[in-house]
């Protein structure tokens, strides 16, 4: 059996913020909820995670994940400490507790698996994962002998000058044998330049204590300021741009370019420079996005062309062209082949496949149909300051440039309005609309000034 204890009480001072540190966002995921997912793969029996600065603000941000438990930690007098809470919740678990540090997001659930075997297969009162990095400044030392058993972890503010040239650091993620840790917990002394309970002096008392070298280091950074959360999002992208060049995605000059691990993307896609994919997004295969693009919770089809443009919340259908700054958001749905060109805006509208909006144009709350083509600079004026209206134009229609349409309004199929028109009425089927004013032509006139 095992069970997972997630430190997450501790304030992260060094974060200068008001919001816990395991909160702050790494691509979209707090920290915490990155931990967790890291550990899910084993599917432990327990999933505790111990909570004190601001603990309901902790415990409200992970409702997603019904089965955790939370333990209260009221003061926070150390990681030690921290593991102490557990005595009474699991007075009578038996098994293998993994104690991970809610502030090392970037585990994979490879290693934690890994981790775990090497414990059980040893049966080891303990096993700690560790490694071997070129900046070991912040992280605890780890002393061991030649067959990878431990004989001390010191924390870098108590180390010696000597004992802090060892590159071997404490990664902040151990897996106990529960029954012998739970025995040895009440002992951990405070006497430290921090003057906290360390769980780090609890592997003074166990033996067999190994430790276990993880492959990639870059796994274990722990994230105690504001430039190791940027790290650790530097690392995060390009292990997400890795996999998806793996998987047959062309992304040119990757370092201008992020990608959240909640998009998909589909094979022969080209991701142009300066383009940013978040949130819920697919992108289909053979599209080219970007360059200068960001698209965020959308669903874009396949051989999609897409350029200087944002799309939010929304879906384009295969074969779409759209951009250059084109604004497309709240749910606007953009019909297969359609052109949604310079500076257009759409919200909440849909339109059918191959119709075109080219040019300087807002659509809000419009419906439109197949085959329509949008005239240069319409708007749809949903607005009366007060309540929005729906604009619905029948398949076939034409639009004349420069028109406004004046919502609530039906422009039937096969329609045409006349251009710089504004329409406020309906306009049935097969009809012609002219709504502007007649030409007026005086002969002989010229301005007075211009009049010699
Ligand atoms: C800890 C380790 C260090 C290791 C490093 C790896 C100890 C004493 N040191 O140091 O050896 O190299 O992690 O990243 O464990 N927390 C609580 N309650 C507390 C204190 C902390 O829940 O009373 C939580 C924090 O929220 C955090 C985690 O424990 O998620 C680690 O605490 P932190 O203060 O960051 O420890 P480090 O100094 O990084
Ligand atoms: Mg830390």
Same mark, same amino acid.
């Given at each position: 059996m095992v069970a997972v204890a997630i430190?997450?009480?501790?304030? *992260?001072?060094?974060?200068? !913020?008001?919001?816990?540190?395991?909160l702050h966002l790494l691509g979209g995921r707090s920290l915490v909820e990155r931990v967790l997912i890291g550990c899910?793969?084993? @599917?432990? =029996?327990r999933q505790l995670v111990i909570v004190g600065y601001q603990a309901n603000r902790v415990k409200e941000a992970l409702?997603?994940?019904?089965d955790l438990e939370f333990v209260e930690?009221? @003061?926070?007098?150390g990681t030690g400490h921290a593991v102490q809470q557990l005595l009474p919740y699991l007075a009578d678990f038996q098994g293998d507790l993994l104690v991970l540090n *809610?502030?090392?997001?970037?585990?994979?659930p490879e290693t934690l698996k890994a981790l775990l075997e090497t414990h059980q297969q040893h049966q080891n009162a303990a096993t700690i994962l560790t490694a071997q990095i070129q900046n070991p400044q912040g992280y605890g030392r780890v002393f061991c002998d030649s067959s990878n058993l431990l004989k001390e972890i010191i924390e870098d503010r108590d180390c010696t000058a000597t004992q802090r040239?060892?590159?071997?650091?404490?990664?902040?993620i151990y897996c106990f044998n529960w029954q012998k840790l739970q025995a040895v917990l009440? @002992?951990?002394? !405070?006497?430290n330049s921090q003057q906290e309970y360390y769980i780090t002096d609890a592997v003074n008392f166990l033996s067999p204590v190994m430790v276990y070298d993880v492959?990639?280091?870059? =796994?274990i950074l722990g994230i105690n300021d504001r430039r190791q959360l940027a790290t650790a999002y530097q690392i995060l992208q390009s292990r997400i741009k890795d996999y998806w060049m793996a998987a047959g995605v062309s992304i040119i000059d990757p370092d201008s370019v992020t990608i959240d691990d909640t998009v998909k993307i589909g094979v022969d896609a080209i991701i142009e420079p300066q383009t940013h994919l978040r949130g819920n997004t697919t992108i289909g295969s053979g599209s080219r996005i970007g360059p200068g693009s960001l698209i965020e919770n959308s669903q874009v089809g396949n051989n999609v062309t897409l350029m200087y443009s944002v799309v939010v919340d929304s879906s384009i259908g295969d074969n779409a062209n759209i951009g250059p700054f084109a604004h497309i958001r709240q749910q606007a749905q953009v019909g297969a082949a359609c052109r949604v060109g310079n500076f257009v805006e759409l919200k909440k509208s849909s339109l059918g496949d191959r119709t075109n909006v080219a040019h300087l144009s807002y659509l809000g709350d419009a419906t439109i149909g197949t085959q329509v083509n949008i005239g240069a *600079?319409?708007?749809?004026?949903?607005?009366d300051g007060k309540h929005k209206h729906q604009t619905t134009i029948g398949n076939f229609a034409r639009i004349g440039s420069n028109n406004t349409l004046v919502a609530p309004l039906n422009i039937g199929a096969h329609a045409t309005t006349a251009a710089g028109s504004t329409i406020v009425n309906d306009v049935p089927d097969d009809c012609l609309a002219i709504a502007r004013s007649h030409q007026t032509i005086k002969p002989g006139w010229r301005p007075k000034w211009h009049q010699e």
């Open positions: 430190l997450a009480a501790g304030k *992260g001072t060094r974060m200068r !913020s008001d919001l816990p540190k395991v899910s793969d084993l @599917q432990p =029996e409702l997603d994940y019904p930690q009221t @003061q926070q007098l *809610g502030d090392v997001p970037l585990l994979r040239q060892n590159r071997r650091v404490n990664a902040g009440p @002992q951990l002394q !405070s006497n492959a990639d280091d870059r =796994e *600079g319409t708007i749809a004026v949903n607005y």
